[in-house]
């Protein structure tokens, strides 16, 4: 079985980096209206904005199509029992190919998004399987990097698929994809469906995202 990611490094551009900063106020309620229309528990709900992971910004940067903008709109994926199949061997192959090391092992760095080769952690994976998806012919706005709490209450990145029957965790910690409210995390942010440089809140708890996070860390 794969281990999850040790840290998952939320530090937050304070620096103004572009298109890659956080929604307007009118912009996170619109996004919050979308998702109200779905009170059902396999939806998620959005709670406001968020700033997106440091390491996310710096992919970008070095990978601009993995974040273009897809079509608006709030159409969820209609996934076909195919489809849905196709999330259970994408996310077994891509659990079964990739080694589980550290940024710090493989980089030298705490923290280092990018498409793995070999060896990558908690969101190396989810990256990948995103990138598999869509090769499959899923659609980026249902293909989302979602950063939540696990288990011990450290940070880690999975990849959410957002379809008409739920959203469906891809994770690298478990072989099986069970429905967001079937895991046993705390949600904490997510890319938005309609701009993946935008990120949104998943958090009802707190629906202001801080000004910066060194990381997300065990609360006291």
């Given at each position: 079985m794969q281990v999850g990611c040790v840290r998952v490094c939320l530090v937050l551009s304070m620096l103004g980096l572009g298109g890659l900063s956080s929604?307007?106020?009118?912009?996170?309620?619109?996004?919050?209206?979308?998702?109200t229309a779905r009170p059902s528990p396999q939806f998620m709900r959005i709670y406001g904005s968020a700033q997106p992971p440091f390491?996310?910004?710096r992919f970008c940067d070095a990978y601009p199509l993995e974040c273009s903008t897809p079509s608006s709109g709030d159409a969820r994926f209609s996934a076909t029992p195919e489809r849905l199949s196709e999330l259970d061997s994408v996310n077994r192959a891509v659990n079964t190919e990739i080694e589980p090391a550290t940024d710090l092992e493989i980089y030298g760095v705490t923290e280092h998004w990018t498409m793995p080769v070999s060896r990558g952690d908690c969101e190396d994976y989810a990256l990948m399987k995103r990138r598999r998806l869509q090769a499959l012919g899923w659609p980026a706005s249902a293909l989302l990097i979602?950063?939540?709490r696990d288990e011990k209450n450290e940070g880690h990145a999975v990849l959410t698929a957002?379809?008409?029957q739920g959203d469906?965790?891809?994770?690298?910690?478990?072989?099986?994809v069970k429905l967001w409210n079937q895991t046993p995390y705390h949600f904490v942010m997510?890319?938005?469906?309609?701009?993946?440089?935008?990120?949104?809140?998943?958090?009802?708890?707190?629906?202001?995202t801080p000004a910066a996070i060194a990381g997300v860390q065990a609360n006291p």
């Amino acid at each position: 079985m794969q281990v999850g990611c040790v840290r998952v490094c939320l530090v937050l551009s304070m620096l103004g980096l572009g298109g890659l900063s956080s929604p307007d106020s009118a912009t996170a309620q619109n996004f919050a209206a979308l998702d109200t229309a779905r009170p059902s528990p396999q939806f998620m709900r959005i709670y406001g904005s968020a700033q997106p992971p440091f390491g996310f910004v710096r992919f970008c940067d070095a990978y601009p199509l993995e974040c273009s903008t897809p079509s608006s709109g709030d159409a969820r994926f209609s996934a076909t029992p195919e489809r849905l199949s196709e999330l259970d061997s994408v996310n077994r192959a891509v659990n079964t190919e990739i080694e589980p090391a550290t940024d710090l092992e493989i980089y030298g760095v705490t923290e280092h998004w990018t498409m793995p080769v070999s060896r990558g952690d908690c969101e190396d994976y989810a990256l990948m399987k995103r990138r598999r998806l869509q090769a499959l012919g899923w659609p980026a706005s249902a293909l989302l990097i979602t950063v939540v709490r696990d288990e011990k209450n450290e940070g880690h990145a999975v990849l959410t698929a957002r379809t008409t029957q739920g959203d469906f965790i891809l994770d690298n910690k478990v072989e099986s994809v069970k429905l967001w409210n079937q895991t046993p995390y705390h949600f904490v942010m997510r890319q938005s469906y309609i701009d993946p440089r935008v990120w949104v809140s998943l958090d009802p708890t707190d629906p202001a995202t801080p000004a910066a996070i060194a990381g997300v860390q065990a609360n006291p």
